[in-house]
């Protein structure tokens, strides 16, 4: 199981509870724990990135349906670099 599916499967367990007492606001999880509830996107984010860099981590909007994106997106092929050209 990948890191980023841990973190889902920690949320998972957690979505109930969550659901109950923080409906709309922002959860973030590392290490297959939560590690806070937040009332903004950004404030998760920051806190995110202070405290492990570029992650991975899983930031959530409780409550929220699921987001699927298209393949296209996701998609990164293993060759690839970080490199934008133009």
Known sequence: MSELQN???AFDKERDQ???EHSGEWVL???GARIGVYESFEQAAEDA???FGR???LIRQIGAPPIVLPASV???PV???DRVRF
Request: a positive charge.
């Open 29 to 31: 999880f590392h290490g």
């Open 18 to 20: 969550l659901e109950l």
């Open 74 to 76: 996701v998609y990164r």
């Open 79 to 81: 060759n690839a670099t």
């Open 7 to 9: 973190e889902i499967a």
């Open 49 to 51: 990135v202070r405290k």
């Open 55 to 57: 992650g991975p981590y």
